[in-house]
């Protein structure tokens, strides 16, 4: 079914007036408020592991495997949510002191293997750069040119179910590694690499802490899995940590692939419209759960300092003044995610229109 496209021309609205519809205390960034939140999803995910390191209080009516599928997904989840508020850190949302921040996002990010300063300043650069089919840094949309085997899997229903296996689980060690998916760089560049072309000169040494960081968390695994066994740390540890990254891709695939989400050429690109280049989504009761970045995120790309418990707010003060230039899609999540992978193949430009630098998804090479 074709969809309605989103307005692509310059806004009639500023980003000053978006900020004068805002209350003002939806800016506030309290230290007290953002630590409840984080405590909250501390206690559940603690609550959690002490319950299968103990063993499950259950009279043997259900399964052990169910017991654990069920961990899994609550699990996963609650850490989606800390994981979060880790990226809130990164934008200097968490609190008024950065160093605070710093502190918050290098441990919790660290502790699920996410390299805190590297991906803080790509994600900074994905926020300077939406929409740009040039320098965006994630889930830059595919030329013709640059489509390469992703045409032949999805054409057909098993290469897109390959395509989407492959994406949720290797797609976020694989952009940290490799860059995949992400913008082309003159060489190779990785999050682990301090003099990749992705960081300047005053942001290697950062990448050097997250290194090590990591590293510190790696001997705790390695003890942890001397102590209890590999396969103990696969259960409690690994495939939570599976579905936390499962979820940030799908999370953030969806949130910047659309049929109505116009990309635009560097001629045409500004700030203000590759920032409202992207469409809330709505993830049912996991909303709260990972504190409003799915159904808040056209908010937060036009205000990435703002905490997510205003979010909500915000949103509904600059809905009205942002019209049609706001994107929600209530489309389920699983039948969302086969679409846009049927149907958001490539980017073209419409070339029978002066607007040639403005591209739109397809799935048709002519």
């Known amino acids: 079914m074709a969809m309605k496209r989103a307005p692509y021309g310059k806004p009639t609205f500023t980003l000053g007036q978006l900020k004068k519809a805002i209350p003002p205390h939806c800016f506030k960034r309290s230290l007290l408020i953002s630590s409840s939140y984080l405590a909250l999803d501390l206690i559940i995910a603690t609550s959690l592991f ?21 961990y899994w997904i609550a699990q996963g989840c609650i850490l989606t949510g800390i994981w ?58 595919k030329t013709k040119e640059r489509l390469g085997y992703m045409r032949r899997l999805s054409d057909k229903p098993l290469g897109r179910i390959a395509a989407i296996f492959v994406t ?17 760089y003159e060489r190779p560049a990785s999050h682990f690499d301090p003099n990749a072309p992705i960081f300047n000169d005053r942001e290697r040494p950062q990448v050097l802490i997250s290194n090590v960081s990591l590293c510190g968390v790696a ?27 499962a979820f940030l891709v799908l999370i953030t695939f969806l949130q910047h692939t659309h049929p109505a989400l116009p990309h635009y050429s560097e001629d045409e690109w500004e700030w203000l419209r590759g920032a409202l280049s992207t469409v809330d989504r709505d993830f049912g009761f996991l909303n709260h759960v990972f504190h409003h970045i799915t159904d808040t995120h056209v908010a937060h790309h036009l205000f990435s300092g703002m905490p997510h418990y205003h979010a909500k707010e915000a949103t509904e003060a600059i809905k009205p003044i942002l019209g049609e230039y706001y994107q929600f899609d209530r489309t389920p999540v699983p039948v969302a995610l086969w679409r846009e992978f049927k149907e958001c193949v490539l980017v073209k430009p419409d070339n029978h229109k002066k607007e040639s630098g403005i591209f739109w998804y397809t799935n048709k090479l002519n």
């Open 50 to 70: 002490y319950m299968v390191r103990n063993g499950f209080p259950v009279d043997g009516h259900i399964s052990p495997s169910v017991l654990w599928v069920l």
């Open 168 to 184: 949720l689980t290797l797609g976020w060690p694989f952009y940290l590694l490799f860059n995949a998916s992400g913008r082309d």
């Open 219 to 245: 001997l705790l695994l390695c003890k942890l899995a001397y102590m209890n066994g590999i396969a103990w740390l696969i259960k409690v540890y690994i495939v939570p940590l599976f579905i936390v990254n």
């Open 84 to 141: 979060v508020i880790a990226h809130e850190c990164g934008h200097h949302a968490f609190s008024d002191y950065a160093l605070v921040d710093n502190i918050v996002g290098l441990v919790l990010h660290s502790f699920l293997l996410v390299p805190y300063f590297s991906w803080k300043y790509s994600h900074s650069r994905h926020h300077s750069n939406t929409g740009s089919i040039n320098k965006d840094e994630v889930f830059v949309p």
